[in-house]
């Protein structure tokens, strides 16, 4: 194994899929007569009968990560956990590579305007992607007018202005036709990628030797599906026990992951087997196939 960083470990969390089915299972976190309890290896202290988690007033962890999962689908539990705390109402969750999502950007790229206009009337920050889903097409002008480039801008998962404003539907086609009018407001094409090139790159690669050190790469791209993504990815990269990362092609088998356009992952072939690279910012390992 290789592994330079001059950063410290971070344990990552086992999560959902980026975009999460509405039959996905919630998170075991619990919250009951106002108690919270931390999970997912988040030690608690009881005090005076409540259970108060290492990292408080720091949010919880399982339950920011929760709140932004059901913001994608779930009306009914968003609404019992940011009742209860209405400071997630704003809460953010890092999916990996720095993939960061609000409770709100989550809503958004699902075209959710319930659940939008919910978190907003609790506090949430709005964006333009959110303006995007209501069709406040004076907004989106607005903004582009103020910050001329900003409809390239990408917002989780890499999914575009153009995407969030499909996902709004009819009420969004005005601000649709006026993004299309721009031209640059869509994710731009990966390079296309060969299904026997991408087939040869599948399979499970190491760095070290336990279950959390194995990454796998599959060509089920079966998640993606919707009107999203214009381009889709075109491989899954999962670190065991952390969230699925889909893959853009760059050529010559250099990757970036979705929601992370500065992250590079690159195949190589040496005399054994395929090598991956892993460079992001500092961080650089490699991993092997088989």
């Known amino acids: 194994m290789i592994l ?7 344990s990552l969390l086992q999560v959902a899929s980026i975009i999460l ?18 999970e997912g290896g988040e030690r608690t202290a009881a005090i005076d009968g409540n259970s108060v988690s290492d990292s408080y007033p720091a949010q919880a962890t399982e339950l920011v990560r929760e709140v932004v999962t059901v913001a994608h689908f779930d009306w009914k539990r968003l609404k019992e956990l940011v009742d209860l705390r209405p400071s997630l109402a704003v809460a953010a969750w890092d999916w990996g590579f720095g993939d960061r999502e609000t409770a709100l950007g989550a809503a958004s790229h699902m075209g959710n305007r319930a659940i939008a206009e ?29 910050q001329p480039g900003i409809q390239r801008i990408r917002g989780p998962h890499s999914i575009s202005l153009l995407g969030h404003a499909r996902m709004g539907g009819a009420v969004a086609k005005p601000v649709l036709e006026f993004l299309q009018s721009l031209g640059d407001a869509d994710l731009e094409a ?7 090139e991408g087939a040869a790159l599948t399979g499970t690669y190491t760095f070290g030797r336990s279950i959390a050190q194995q990454i796998e790469v599959n060509a089920d791209m079966r998640m993606y599906g919707g009107p999203a993504y214009t381009h889709p990815p075109q491989l899954n990269w999962t670190r065991k026990g952390t969230q699925t990362r889909g893959l853009f092609h760059l050529g010559g088998h250099e990757f970036y992951p979705n929601g992370a356009s500065s992250v590079r992952i690159r195949f190589t072939q040496d005399a054994n087997a395929v090598v991956m690279t892993v460079t992001d910012g500092d961080v650089v390992f490699t991993a092997r196939k088989g």
Request: aromatic residues 8%.
């Open 4 to 10: 330079e960083s001059k950063l410290s470990r971070r």
């Open 21 to 38: 089915p509405a039959s996905a299972a919630s998170f075991s976190t619990s919250l009951l007569g106002g108690k919270a309890m931390a």
């Open 118 to 146: 919910y978190l907003l009337s609790k506090g949430a920050q709005p964006t333009i992607f959110s303006a995007t889903i209501f069709g406040q097409l004076d907004v989106v002008k607005a903004f582009v007018a103020a």
């Open 190 to 196: 990966a390079v296309p990628l060969p299904e026997a």
